[in-house]
């Protein structure tokens, strides 16, 4: 039985991390008591990484399905490029942390996991074509 992902299979992995990391948007990132946060509140333009994850993960999966663009674009790293601006933010966010004892929630987790792996699956695929 052979054990390596596949192209594609990283590729849609990418895709699918990013949408869930587009979904912990969404979800509480900071919070103490009763109040919470989400992604949304805390990232001050968070619309321009909602977009940047939404393009990124439609580039993956067109790369994946060898859906071929209108565009004479590279797909892949410009994908790469899109996926890791809201990674590095996020890690950024993570390590700030919150004020006092306002504290890290379940989405700022799980935005800082998929975002990291979906950056990890684009650089490996696009690492390899080098």
């Known amino acids: 039985m052979n054990r390596t ?16 990391f587009i979904i ?3 979800l509480p990132w900071f919070g103490a008591g009763g109040f919470d946060a989400s992604g949304d509140d805390v990232i001050p ?6 977009i940047f994850a939404v393009a990124a993960a439609g ?19 410009l994908a790469l490029y899109l996926v890791s601006v809201p990674t590095i933010y996020t890690i950024m966010l993570f390590l700030e ?3 006092g004892p306002v504290g890290r929630k379940f989405g700022l987790v799980l935005g800082l996991i998929f975002s990291i792996a979906a950056t990890a699956l684009a650089a490996w ?3 390899e074509e080098r």
């Open 24 to 26: 912990s948007l969404f």
């Open 5 to 20: 992902l596949t192209r594609e299979q990283k590729l849609l992995g990418a895709a699918g991390a990013t949408v869930v």
């Open 125 to 127: 695929v696009w690492r």
């Open 45 to 50: 333009s968070w619309w321009l990484m909602l």
């Open 59 to 77: 580039l993956l999966a067109a790369e994946a399905l060898n859906f071929e663009l209108p565009a004479r674009i590279s797909p892949l790293p």
């Open 97 to 99: 942390g919150g004020d």
